[in-house]
């Protein structure tokens, strides 16, 4: 996403590091044998984190693939096109 300033990017892969540690504590939780209701709570953190940041990419793609002022028509129906294929992916 190379639109994005070094601070967004980097925030967002501070975002990825939490979901990777995160997903390591299922992991754990797993090995240890742990209760289905502790490995749910778990896995429902990990989903709402990738939850939010997919929304903060989905965002970004929109500001500016879609709605930047100065985008060709071709290039927002593109724009839109690419989101709307991801949604659909991600809703299957």
Known sequence: ???LSRTQNMDLVARVRRIAGQVGA???ALQAD????EVLHLVA???GAVN????????EHLRA??????LT??????GAEELLAVIRR???
């Open 1 to 3: 996403m190379s639109h």
């Open 26 to 28: 299922v992991e754990r």
């Open 34 to 37: 742990k209760s289905c209701t």
């Open 45 to 47: 953190a990990v989903r």
């Open 52 to 59: 939010g940041l997919l929304d903060e990419i989905i965002a």
């Open 65 to 70: 693939h879609v709605a930047r002022p100065g």
């Open 73 to 78: 028509d071709e290039e927002r129906v593109g």
């Open 90 to 92: 991600y809703s299957k």
